[in-house]
């Protein structure tokens, strides 16, 4: 079992992840968005925020095969296929913030110096 710590990029780096279809669906609440928005807020200059585990599973080649749409990523670029199956809302709400930080800066790049938890970008993730 590996345990290292990655960043949000690195965990991206060469790997296909998808969610499993047993795994239950998006169900963070304003709570835990407002939880997740604090620990970012009280994150010291230079420091790093501890997300929490997340856990992959490998995908059966059998089910590899199944998706036609990704093979060029898996068998032409190596991208490794796994399975997210603890870790996910997480994940979700990390990726969806990401894409609402661009997509704020994308109109205003001081937007992101005067983000608050009533923001827009809280409105696209809920």
Not at 46 to 55: D, F, R, S
Not at 105 to 115: E, M, R, S, V
Request: glycine residues 4%.
């Amino acid at each position: 079992m590996q345990t290292d710590l990655f960043s949000i990029s690195k965990i991206f780096t060469e790997r296909l992840l998808r969610i499993p279809d047993y795994q239950r669906g998006y169900a963070w609440t304003e709570k835990q968005l407002k939880d997740y928005w604090n620990d970012l807020c009280q994150l010291e200059m230079g420091k790093n925020h501890y997300i929490g585990v997340l856990t992959l599973e490998d995908v059966p080649e059998s089910v590899i095969e199944s998706w036609a749409e990704d093979h060029w990523i898996i068998k032409n670029k190596n991208f490794a296929p796994f399975y997210v199956v603890d870790g996910q809302q997480r994940l979700t709400t990390t990726i969806i913030f990401i894409q609402a930080i661009t997509e704020v800066i994308g109109k205003d790049k001081k937007a992101i110096c005067n983000l608050r938890l009533d923001h827009e970008i809280f409105y696209k993730i809920a």
